[in-house]
């Protein structure tokens, strides 16, 4: 329950992705999988909406039940994210309790502060484990059925979150490579399943490019702007960065130290590969961290065999500490009021309350979505790929506002070439500085930004 209590007290306030994301759900409900993006102001993009069920799901739950039923949501996964690891610590350690409870909080307590949210890596961290709990059940035992789960698992991956349907099979390898090396002929079973999962991943909305998608949208030019897909880097200037950072490689150094002093199992080909993989990945960009964190917690489990610890519950009354525990959760959860904020709600809001929808705005990647989802239509938002070229197959407004943002120049020609009516604007752009300059009226001021209205006359 600890894991539960602490998730019941975080809020989602950095979740700019959900608004879009929710947008979406309302419109796939009323005009289907669209094709062309229907929420900037640009006209003719080409979209792929990859998560759209997951689009469907937030949607539902948060006009039904508002910010507390995605909380609720939230608590699910947890309980389940805690339920699979239990089973694969237990399935690791030979059934050692103790520890496999431990190791199972630890694992979410981490994830909670930085990665649960109310977003479609709620699916996939699911699905990964899943993914782990059945490779080690195969490796365990070849003739296990829950490897024929693995085309379903494919198959609603792909439908709620495909931008990472690839990371199953990458979860997979090591136990491939494992199983070659000592060669195990039942190693084929799990490539036909491989087979049968990149078959039924066509199984969507938008066929091929779903499953593509990662390779038909990357951009190097997105990674400098979004935070979550920054390098681990301790000397960055940004302060999330750095912290993210320095917590990486603490939990790297304790992981290591706990293995070389409390090594109690043999070293698994299959989870040396896991960790080292999973390394590099979460160097790669910090969000990768978490795919860290739900692999090599739980594998740690396999060599802490001897530190089991027996407790003596015949005297605990447990049901009445289940319901004390249930009850402080609920309370938490219900106390944390204003758990989905955007950055831009009171601005929003203002403009909602002040203005019409046939606005031409101008926003950053943070400032679009909420905007959108009010009704507004915006020059971006966070669904970064779909402003860029190779994905919207027209122009690379992303870049061409990076530009503008970052350097100002020409900044009057391209307001103009948009003839925008409001801009939302940071204050420590330069954009503002230079539009400060020009007297451009501001209707609208918070402590980060400011709605200017401009006047063509």
């Known amino acids: 329950m600890i894991p539960l209590i602490i998730n019941a007290g975080i809020n989602y306030s950095g979740n700019e992705d959900i608004w879009y994301v929710m947008k979406y759900g309302e419109i796939i409900l009323q005009k289907g999988f669209i094709h062309i993006d229907v929420l900037s102001i640009h006209s003719g993009l080409h979209i792929v909406i990859q998560q759209g069920f997951s689009n469907i799901i937030f949607y539902l739950i948060y006009k039904c039940l508002g910010d507390f039923g995605l909380f609720l949501l939230c608590e699910l996964f947890v309980a389940l994210y805690l339920f699979i690891i239990y089973k694969i610590c237990i399935l690791l350690s030979n ?3 103790f ?3 431990v190791l199972a909080c630890i694992t979410c307590i981490l994830l909670e502060y930085n990665f649960i949210s109310p977003r479609p890596q709620l699916f996939t961290y699911f699905h990964i484990l899943l993914i782990i709990y059945i490779m080690e059940i195969f490796y365990k035992n070849n003739k296990t059925k829950f490897i024929y789960l693995l085309p379903l698992i494919s198959l609603v991956q792909i439908n709620l979150h495909a931008a990472l349907w690839i990371i199953l099979f990458i979860f997979m390898l090591p136990y491939i490579a494992q199983l070659i090396i000592q060669k195990n ?5 799990l490539f036909l399943m491989m087979i049968l999962m990149f078959l039924v991943g066509f199984i969507n909305p938008y066929t091929y490019e779903n ?6 949208t990357y951009s190097s030019e997105i990674n400098k702007y979004i935070l979550e897909l920054f390098p681990v880097n301790i000397v960055s200037t940004e302060y999330c960065i750095r ?3 320095v ?3 603490i939990l790297l150094a304790l992981e290591l130290l706990i293995y070389i002093y409390y090594k109690k199992g043999k070293l698994e080909l299959r989870h ?3 960790f080292g993989g999973t390394t590099i990945l979460a160097l790669t960009n910090i969000r990768n961290i978490a795919f860290f964190i739900i692999v090599t917690i739980p594998i740690l489990s396999n060599y802490l065999k001897g530190l089991d610890i027996k407790v003596d519950d015949k005297y605990i009354d447990t049901k009445k500490y289940w319901i004390i525990l249930i009850i402080v959760t609920l309370v938490v959860g219900l106390s944390n009021t204003n758990r989905l904020e955007s950055r831009v709600k009171k601005g929003g809001d203002f403009l909602k309350e002040n203005y ?3 606005l031409i705005l101008y926003t950053n990647l943070d400032y679009g979505s909420y905007l959108e989802y009010l009704g507004f239509h915006s020059f971006m938002d966070t669904r970064a790929e779909v402003f860029m070229k190779k994905a919207n197959k027209k122009a690379d407004y992303f870049v061409e506002a990076m530009e503008v943002e970052d350097y100002c120049i020409n900044y009057k020609s391209f307001i103009e070439k948009y003839h925008f009516t409001h801009m939302v604007i940071n204050k420590d752009s330069c954009f503002y500085y230079y539009l400060i300059q020009d007297n451009t009226k501001v209707v609208f001021e918070e402590d980060k930004y400011v709605i200017f209205e401009l006047n063509y006359d």
């Open 185 to 189: 002929k039942n190693v084929f079973k």
């Open 243 to 245: 912290f993210i950072s």
């Open 272 to 274: 040396l590969l896991l």
């Open 247 to 249: 917590f990486f490689y």
């Open 356 to 358: 019409n929808q046939d």
């Open 211 to 216: 499953v593509f998608f990662p390779f038909m």
């Open 95 to 97: 059934k050692k309790e």
């Open 99 to 101: 520890v496999s409870i």
